[in-house]
């Protein structure tokens, strides 16, 4: 069917034959038979759908858009971080004073948009409508309308209905809208399943009443086919969105309005550069810098307000009189010579220019009668102060302070505060003490600064020339005092100076000498060079060096401790009456005496344990004890003696020297003594009548002789009479405890038929022996013969040894007699009996 205007007249064709309204009824649809080829577009909607039967798999993707969500059903839950961004915003839904002017322009407004209300009286002529388009109303029906019947059209007119009728049977795919079908004439058995696409249902032709309520459920829908055109308005609430569902792209441009969103919620990132203008500022709203005061700033002069350049200065004048104006009353009043009163109503007053202020006369800050150029007055609880800033990298912040009895800081003082830090750096009070470091200063001058590091009060200066100084003097009057100096050059010194190297100085007419006194009942005089301490006087008078707690007079302590007496004098000790008790004296031969210069007197050593214990005495006699305080001898030791490390010397004055071992309170038991002559070393006893008899001696040539002072061989022992035996027994030690892998000799007839006894003569004295021949058993018995260290040459015999050879050579030997005897008692039994 086509509609063709000309002029007033619309002429409407159809090309089949077409059905009156309401002709198609739900008797006349089969069941199943409307398929979706059957439904035109967008003839589904809401009310035709059962409540609840439109799945998630029935909605295409982004079939939901802005038009389709009923407005304020969107929580906060529904959309997703970060969803809504400036494209999300509707176009026209921004208010009148969120705009600049003239920045609405038809590029800005979405097409379709805009309301009937949107457009003035007689703004849309026909040549504004686009073809296609249906008029239901034009210019609210008050010109003619005339239709014209086209091909197999007719229309009937009767009273205010027209009558629009075609000819022929068959329907064309589509042809069926909304119109021609009866209001609830679809009911569910006439859809078949999945029968409704979005392509069967024309946009917007198949309206509520053209459904049975609840005709449509999700079986009938196919899946994925409900495009956003098939959703009616508002269709969509937030109970059908799936929490944070929503992301930015499911939003369509300039869908969220203004009252979509929370107020307060919009940050400053989340406003483009150059978004507001002076238009979007609400009035009374103050406004210290616009675009970085870059832009130009226009003044237009107001009513009794006159505004007159002058280079860089600017005069606003008023024309009334009085005094407490307001800012925008406020200068240049009451003439030549007036007072001036500038008043602002809320905030601060900024005055700023090119050129700066510039004041003729006194300023007064909380004062009305400025006695000096800038005069400053408060009562505030932070003090009367001037704050200076520095903005500049490494730059810091100072207030100078006049404080009262409420700030911090003290009544009556005057103080430069950091205000970067955070503290007080320098007060000065009404008695006319400073203060660095603190605010309560108990000097004229107190610098104080607490810190696990040297606090330093520096004088300097930078002059290299020989008169050039850096003094700090303390004086009475009449000129006395003490002082620091450091002198460039050369100088005649007074008091205390600190030039290239320290020095404290009286001055050459002092008589009463030098005084170093500490004030504390328990301070101490410490030296310190290279700030470590070296030397200590406590308050007790001990002298420490290397120890911070001296126990003596004085008391030297450290891991290398030594002392140089630079002379050849002497050390003397004095008792308290000043008699010399004892003396250590140091002489240019490199000796050092220890002297006990009191005649009949004693040196004696003692050590500390529990108590003063004396350790050793040297008589004036020159005996030593060692354990006794008498010693009858030139070394008399009471207690067990060691020796280590080596030889011990004995020399007698008459040749002979002797080792004696005495009880405590006897004569000697034994002795140990060599002979001048023949170096023999004797050992001798004592016998019960009392006299020492010699027991054992070792000759000069290393003989061993017990019994005989003439040993001739390695160890002689001799009987002293005929009944004496040399030894009652001798054992080997032969325990099994101590042996292992024991086994019985193996052919001893053999290795005893291989020896050989013999007798011969020792080459030492001739005298004649018997024995083997140590070479000759090696190579039979190895095991009972010692060699020289060499290993080659056999030296001797272990003879006791040879017996358990013999042993088994005796065992074996018996074991053949007995198997002799047995066969010749064989041999006798076999033989016959003799008459």
Known sequence: ???????????????????????????????????????????????????????????????????????????????????????????????????????????????????????????????????????????????????????????????????????????????????????????????????????????????????????????????????????????????????????????????????????????????????????????????????????????????????????????????????????????????????????????????????GLTVNGNVGIGTTSPGQLLHLSSGSTLGTGIRVDNTDTGGRNFRLLSTGSGNTGGAGKFHIYDETGGAFRLTADASGNVGVGTTSPGYLLEARKDQNDVTRLVVNNGTAGTAAAAQVLAMREGGNGIGMTAYSGSFTPSGIYLPNRGMLRTDSGLTNGLVLATGGASAPIILAPVDTERLRIDASGNVGIGTTSPGAKLHVSGTNIGMLLDNAGDLLWKDSGGTTRGVMSLHSDDNVYLDAPVSGKDLIFRTESSGTQERMRILSSGNVGIGTTSPAYKLDVAGVGRFTGGAVNIVGSSGNAELSIIPETASPNGTISTETTGGALRFRTRNSGGAVDERMRISSEGNVGIGTTSPANLLTVQQTSATDPIADAWTVYSSRRWKTNIQTLKDPMGKVRRLRGVSYQWKADGKQDVGLIAEEVGEVIPEVVAYEENGKDAKSVDYARLVAVLIEAVKAQQKEIEALKAKVEGMERAMPAHP
């Open 1 to 355: 069917m086509t509609i063709t205007p000309s002029g007033n007249t619309l002429t409407i064709a159809a090309t089949g034959t077409s059905l009156p309204d309401d002709a198609v009824t739900t008797a006349k649809i089969a069941d199943g038979a409307v398929t979706s080829t059957k439904i035109a577009g967008s003839a589904v909607t809401t009310a035709q759908l059962a409540d609840g039967t439109v799945a998630t798999a029935d909605i295409a993707d982004n079939a939901v858009t802005g038009a389709k969500v009923a407005d304020g059903t969107v929580a906060t839950a529904d959309l997703a971080d970060n969803a809504v961004t400036s494209a999300k915003v509707v176009d026209g839904t921004v208010a009148t004073a969120d705009l600049a002017d003239n920045s609405v322009t038809t590029a800005k407004i979405v097409d379709g948009t805009i309301a009937a209300g949107d457009i003035a009286d007689g703004t849309l002529t026909g040549l504004k409508i686009s073809g296609g388009q249906v008029v239901k109303s034009v210019n609210a029906l008050t010109d003619a309308v005339t239709l014209a019947a086209g091909s197999n059209v007719t229309i009937t007119p009767s009273g205010n209905t027209l009558t629009i009728a075609a000819t022929g049977a068959a329907l064309a795919d589509n042809a069926v809208t909304t119109a021609k079908i009866a209001d609830g004439a679809v009911t569910t058995v006439k859809i078949a399943t999945g029968g409704v696409t979005t392509t069967q249902i024309a946009d917007g032709t198949i309206a509520t009443a053209d459904l049975a309520n609840n005709a449509v459920t999700t079986a009938q829908v196919a899946d994925g086919t409900i495009a956003t055109a098939d959703l009616a308005d508002n269709a969509v609430t937030s109970a059908k969105v799936v929490d944070g569902t929503v992301a930015t792209a499911d939003l369509a441009d300039n869908s969220v309005t203004t009252a979509k969103i929370v107020d307060g919620t919009i940050a400053a990132g989340d406003i483009a550069d150059g978004t507001l203008t002076g238009l979007k500022i609400s009035g009374g709203q103050v406004v210290k810098s616009v675009n970085t005061l870059k832009d130009d700033v226009t003044l237009a002069a107001g009513s009794n307000i006159t505004i007159t350049p002058s280079g860089n200065t600017l005069t606003i004048a008023a024309a009334a009189s009085g005094t407490g104006n307001t800012l925008d009353q406020a200068y240049d009043q009451g003439g030549a010579g007036a007072g001036r009163t500038i008043t602002a109503d809320a905030g601060a007053v900024n005055i700023a220019g090119a050129g």
